[in-house]
């Protein structure tokens, strides 16, 4: 589909309409190696290949961002007072219109999906489609005897708001121990007040999958990266 030139440069996060008009009118882009300094010329970026500067510029209509959070991030597009997933993202992944996909609380960690299309965040977090989210987290004390088959019936909060059913088992037993839970909701502070169910409370908690998509565990806190077609086929499995 032909668009503006100017209007790809700037989706694909290479400045400001203005900014990225002074790029071309400098000649800066060339279009199968001429040189475009028309901002409104029309081309399609899904045939046409495109360089900025000398270097080839890779179209993609939308971007989907896998980040390890860490703690202390807000899992919003933007806050004036406290920094969020999208202040932590490199350059080279930052264009307008991204949001995380699926919030974690601010001292949750964990995988975070971070994207600019919101028809696949939409089906993503639909409630009718019970997208599995798995996470580990640490109590404060070792589970207690029908704990794993109460989350498996569904589990009935303090305040009567009722869960569907979820998974629970043991990772590492102990005094503090590590288990694995796996929602395929998102009530508001779900996994903490499912365990307050029992008296229990969440000290550690990380976001592992989406999905059928895990979160890569070469990514350090606050390292993030584009994921591939195949990975994003991953999450519907």
Not at 22 to 48: E, H, S, W
Request: charged fraction near 25%; aromatic fraction near 6%; proline fraction near 8%.
């Amino acid at each position: 589909m032909l668009q503006r030139l100017d209007k790809i440069l700037v989706s694909q996060g290479k400045g400001s309409r203005s900014e990225v008009q002074r790029l071309i009118r400098r000649g800066c882009v060339t279009a199968d190696g001429a040189v475009l300094r028309d901002p409104a010329a029309k081309v399609d970026p899904d045939q046409t290949a495109l360089a900025l500067n000398g270097r080839p510029l890779t179209y993609a209509e939308h971007l989907y961002i896998m980040m390890n959070k860490p703690a202390g991030l807000l899992c919003v597009s933007r806050d004036p007072k406290q920094p969020t997933v999208l202040d932590k993202l490199p350059p080279s992944l930052q264009r307008p219109g991204l949001f995380p996909a699926g919030r974690l609380d601010k001292d949750t960690v964990g995988f975070t999906l971070i994207t600019d299309d919101g028809d696949f965040a939409h089906r993503l977090l639909a409630p009718r489609r019970h997208v599995p989210k798995t996470y580990q987290a640490v109590i404060d004390a070792p589970l207690q005897e029908g704990q794993p088959e109460a989350f498996t019936k569904g589990l009935l909060l303090e305040d009567g708001t009722p869960c569907l059913p979820a998974k629970l088992r043991l990772l590492q037993p102990g005094e503090h121990p590590l288990v694995e839970v796996c929602i395929t909701e998102g009530k508001y502070h779900q996994i903490k007040r499912m365990f307050g169910v029992f008296g229990h409370k969440v000290l550690w908690l990380k976001r592992t999958a989406m999905g059928g998509l895990w979160l890569d565990d070469t990514l350090a806190e606050g390292e993030a990266r584009a994921l591939s077609p195949e990975e994003l086929a991953c999450i519907w499995k």
